[in-house]
């Protein structure tokens, strides 16, 4: 341990090293899904991340005889801590060879530098908010990740915070399903009221029309999301890059708006072909032919990934989901898809969780994100 050195992110140089560790240390493990390193840079890097303006931030590196063994990112999310009264900082991002004494030393100066800055509490692995991959995985360790804002962390991950006297927050589970080869009469019925009643929804066929609509779509997650675990609004040049950065890979047949009579968005879903071969052969890289074999595999993929989607408070009992349901079901058989899968679902969204279990949905991945009072 004498030889091992803990130091900041102080150069373009080091955020290199600290976006390609992962690489290295899952450059065997098959079910490991790479991240785009275009994304990583935007994601890490205080003058393209919006979300480092309201937040305190620390990226630190392991090092040991000269070679980077281990990184960790300390974030204290002020917008979060104000509107839920606590005072956490988060750790994300953690990646480690299976070394006790790169693990314990990473996290315990994370704790020390949260412990200086005020905080009681450190939780994670989270990020700036919950659409960054957060949790350790707990259990599906033998199926690949499918979801490009998941992670697929080893096991002794969990070994090494246990150790570490931290204790479960809370745990996000993931669903599998088959698309239905029928849809059920009760939620076509159901969802035919919900038209006749005034309501309609909005379907695309091309990305660029749905441009128009994404600031009204993250004013309604805004609202709606004040109650998911480690969620903060998203101000508009967060939305602005959040989009970005998704929009190109989206397919338009599988987003669903749903407006009122006024036409003022009320719901909406987001999914999108599984893309996660094609991610695996782009190996972290755009270009030359990275994009191409993403879109490829996109188009080629069998299975839709929920992703995001929201409803107004006051009309969750009117409908609307199965409204949502049907369509984006009805897309999926005429895209000829075969699976459904749900992303992150908080344990305790026992609504959200229902309506998989209507559709024979199986959990088959479960995620935990830890917390220890320093």
């Known amino acids: 341990m004498s030889n091992l050195i803990i130091r900041t992110v102080a150069s373009k140089k080091d955020l290199r090293s600290f976006i390609h560790l992962p690489f290295a240390i899952h450059k065997n493990h098959s079910n490991w899904l790479p991240p785009l390193i275009t994304d990583e840079k935007k994601v890490f890097d205080e003058e393209k991340n919006r979300s480092f303006a309201h937040s305190e931030t620390i990226l ?21 801590n104000q509107t839920h009264n606590e005072k956490n900082a988060r ?16 996290l315990a100066a994370v704790e020390r530098w949260a412990k200086d800055n005020g905080m009681d509490k450190l939780v994670g692995p989270i990020g700036f908010s919950d659409k960054d991959p957060q949790g350790f995985l707990l259990s599906g360790f033998n199926d690949p990740v499918s979801i490009i804002v998941t992670n697929h962390s080893f ?15 809370i745990d ?10 029928e849809i059920p009469s009760v939620y076509e019925n159901m969802s035919q009221r919900v038209i006749d009643s005034g309501y309609q929804i909005l379907e695309f ?11 009204e779509v993250f004013a309604l997650l805004n609202k709606t999301y004040t109650e998911i675990y480690g969620f903060a609004p998203l101000d508009d040049k967060e939305i602005a890059e ?25 719901a909406f879903l987001v999914a999108m072909p599984d893309i996660s071969k094609g991610m695996h052969k782009a190996n972290g890289k755009l270009f030359p032919f990275g994009f191409m074999h993403i879109l490829r595999s996109g188009k080629k993929s069998k299975q839709l990934n929920l992703l995001l989607g929201s409803i107004e408070e006051s009309i969750r009992n009117k409908g609307i989901v199965s409204l949502l349901a049907v369509k984006v079901v009805e897309s ?17 969204n026992t ?24």
């Open 91 to 106: 750790f994300f991002a953690m990646e480690t060879y299976d070394d006790e004494s790169v693990f314990d030393t990473l």
């Open 205 to 215: 066929t091309k990305t660029k029309t749905i441009r128009p609509y994404i600031p």
């Open 172 to 181: 996000l589970v993931q669903y599998r399903a088959d698309v239905p080869r």
């Open 351 to 374: 609504k959200m969780r229902a309506i998989y279990e209507r559709f024979d949905a199986k959990i088959y991945k479960t995620y935990r994100i830890f917390q220890k009072n320093i």
């Open 332 to 348: 999926a058989q005429k895209a000829r898809m075969e699976i459904f899968d749900s992303h992150l679902i908080m344990e305790d």
């Open 155 to 169: 096991e002794y991950m969990i070994k090494h915070m246990k150790r570490n006297k931290y204790s479960k927050s």
């Open 60 to 80: 630190l590196l392991a090092e040991r005889e000269n070679k980077v063994v281990g990184r960790i990112m300390g974030i204290i999310n002020s917008a979060y």
């Open 242 to 266: 959040f989009s970005e950065r998704f929009l190109p890979f989206l397919d338009a047949r599988f987003i669903k708006i749903v407006v009122d009579q006024q036409k003022k968005i009320v």
